[in-house]
């Protein structure tokens, strides 16, 4: 599992600095987190304490500043990442014995700022070890500067009463979901603590991308029965967080089962590896893939009527229409699809693509492109592709038909989406297939290649009434 990709973090403008908050796998993402990003990471504010050791004793860093001397960090910082790639600074030991006291929000800012440094991953608050936390009114620490905030929650909190066992301050998350002391700890009553502005979401900075990260916090002896009522709990809680048209979180690539993610309008969490088993599952922020279904020239108007076969594989339908619209907006009905109409359809199948991309909003995470005179591509192939993407996040992931023939439909990642809007002429996504190569993802489909329908008796001749 690639977390810079789930995250997103590969399409911030600019440097990504990222603050973990919450509870239940702070840690373990962070050390995931600065391997993947090999980069320096400024941790820890003021009010954290936290050893420089993984899961096992063994060094979760290559190498650990310590110092409370910002420009001896300053001067050291640069030299450890270009020898080792990556560090965790602190400010040394703490009051209490054992720990290592962390850096003030400013510090890390201005660390984070050097020019040798990458990216920056901050655990910006503490939580005893509790799988579940209610932050106090002075936290968390994040730093301005943060782009983006990860809110971290353990399901092993599910189903336990709610005491300090459980959560870190339970009183606070009483008070704030209205669950009384001692009750079980319900995903509504989670979701609820994180959804709330004093929850959660308390002190992300203004223009930071909120993200959720439920983890299901499973050890090798986790039996299924256990393991899918965390899947569950995960399910219903990241369907509260990414309700309604102002959700509280952003959505990524969300992971539904181990070795997958899911789209769609629930961020569900699953498996994956991690630093001392399977501790990290990210949920994200964006929806799941949108379908456009580009389909202008006259002959192939009728064909639009399967088009809606593909609502339920994806967030959404889009159908691009150009010559002779009204008519091809008449046969769709009431179906559940929103039509968007190509005004350039003479420049050819590029421009309806551009059209199609362009009526998505920047919460897309893929798109589907189904050809609207190919009405016998049955419904689970466009399944069976999304779900390849959720399991791979592959650029492109495209069907492999008998005979080992590629066709349509094919799922393009939203980081592809600038290349194909550059396309010109009347031409699809098949140079970027060619262009990403050994990185397409293919789907194996048991059925021959579906033919397209060019003239009214193709038409008929699958046996359909005009």
């Known amino acids: 599992m690639n977390l810079i990709q789930a995250l997103r973090l590969s399409e911030a403008a600019g440097k990504p600095i990222v603050a973990l908050v919450g509870a239940g796998g702070k840690s373990s993402l962070l050390f995931r987190l600065g391997d993947e990003l090999g980069c320096g990471r400024p941790g820890h504010p003021a009010d954290r304490h ?30 450890s990442l270009r020898g080792y790639g990556q560090a965790l600074a602190l400010a040394g030991p703490a009051r209490e014995p054992g720990k290592l006291a962390g850096l003030t929000p400013d510090v890390i800012g201005r660390l984070a700022g050097l020019e040798e440094v990458a990216a920056a991953v901050i655990e910006a608050d503490g939580s005893r070890q509790r799988p579940l936390k209610a932050p106090a009114s002075h936290e968390p620490l994040v730093p301005a500067c943060a782009t983006h905030v990860v809110v971290v929650a353990g399901m092993a909190a599910v189903g336990r009463p709610l005491d300090a066992a459980a959560v870190h301050r339970p009183e606070r998350f009483a008070a704030l979901t209205g669950l009384a002391m ?39 002896a986790a039996s299924p029965a256990e393991a899918e009522q965390r899947m569950a709990a995960a399910r219903s809680i990241a369907a509260v967080a990414l309700a309604g048209p102002s959700p509280a979180f952003h959505r990524g690539a969300d992971r539904s089962r181990p070795g997958g993610y899911a789209g769609g309008r629930s961020a569900w969490p699953g498996g994956g590896g991690g630093a001392g088993g399977r501790r990290l599952q990210p949920t994200g922020r964006r929806r799941g893939p949108s379908s456009c279904c580009p389909g202008s020239r006259a002959a192939h108007w009728p064909a639009a009527r399967w088009i809606s076969r593909a609502a339920g594989a994806v967030d959404e339908v889009v159908v691009v229409v150009g010559h002779r619209a009204g008519e091809v907006q008449a046969a769709l009905g009431e179906r559940p699809v929103r039509v968007v109409v190509n005004a350039h359809w003479q420049a050819g199948q590029s421009s309806s693509v551009a059209t199609g991309l362009a009526s998505l909003g920047p ?34 992931v495209t069907p492999v038909y008998q005979g080992g023939q590629r066709g349509n ?50 038409y008929r001749r699958g046996g359909n009434e005009e």
């Open 50 to 79: 936290h050893p420089p050791w993984g899961w096992a004793g063994q060094p979760a860093a290559p190498i650990t500043l310590l110092s409370a001397s910002e420009p001896t960090l300053a001067f050291e910082l640069p030299t």
């Open 363 to 396: 919460e897309v995470s893929a798109a589907l492109f189904v050809l609207a005179d190919q009405p016998e591509v049955a419904p689970d192939v466009l399944n069976r592709l999304v779900e390849r993407h959720r399991q791979t996040l592959a650029p492109v």
């Open 182 to 220: 001692g009750a079980p700890l319900t995903p509504q009553a989670i979701a609820a603590a994180l959804v709330h502005p004093n929850g959660g979401r308390q002190g992300c900075p203004a223009g930071a991308v909120p993200l959720l990260y439920l983890n299901l916090m499973l050890d090798d």
């Open 409 to 458: 439909p094919v799922l393009f990642d939203r980081r592809t989406f600038p290349e194909l809007l550059a396309l010109e002429g009347d031409t699809g996504g098949r140079p970027l297939i060619q262009r990403y190569g050994s990185q397409v993802a293919q789907v194996e489909i048991a059925a021959p290649l579906p033919q397209g329908i060019e003239t009214m008796e193709d």
